[in-house]
């Protein structure tokens, strides 16, 4: 195939521009992929659900205190009325009936008062699971709305990239002859398309190039451009 030495340049940058497209494609994937997100809104659920049962809990203890708080009220009621029922009576028998009574009450009282001092001590402990859960659910969502906008950032940065790279390579084709670009297209498509011939090595794959092959392409005229044998890349020469 015959390329001007200018041409034969061109295609090296333009298979420089392909691998960075590639490699571009590559990291765009990758960070798609990336499971930190996903870890991080899996951790906000998880989240989410604690603060939800710790809601619920305080609201169940909250309702047990109001409760016990009337029951207490009303056996408080009931001592006060029976007081004032022991100070008005004048039958000795009525008295004993009332006194047996507050001693009864009185001990409720006492019940009802420890019950009372449990569901706080329960209820203060739950209520700090309350607050605890709160902020780990607010450090959550933000450790996600930050990953979220690093990926935004991150993924427009790689289409500028990316956009920025499509031009170049347009710009570089359209100078490239037609029938050349489209060959190397082919090759593309395929394989990379171009290597630089460094000693009797192929830039595009690798591989050693034999003496008697080396030989060969050395001799072509500088405006041949030469294939490596082994992967069938354009072989500049430098
Ligand atoms: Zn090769």
Known sequence: MKANLQDQKRLLELVDLDLSLVRNAGDRAKLLSATATSEASEKALAVSDRLIDARNRVGDLELELKRSENDLELVENRIAKDNQRLSSTSSAKDAQGIEHELTTLAKRKSE?????????????????????????????????????????????????????????????VGLIEPELAAAYQRKAERNVAVGKLVGHECGACRLSITATNLEEILTLPADEIAECPNCQAYLVRS
């Open 112 to 172: 009802l008062e420890d019950a009372e001092l449990g569901i706080m001590e329960v209820l203060e402990t739950v209520r700090a699971e309350l607050s605890e859960a709160e902020a780990a659910k607010s450090a959550a969502e933000q450790e996600l709305a930050e990953l979220r906008a690093a990926l935004e950032t991150n993924t427009s940065e790689l289409d500028s990239a990316r956009a920025e790279l499509l031009s170049k390579r347009s710009a570089l």
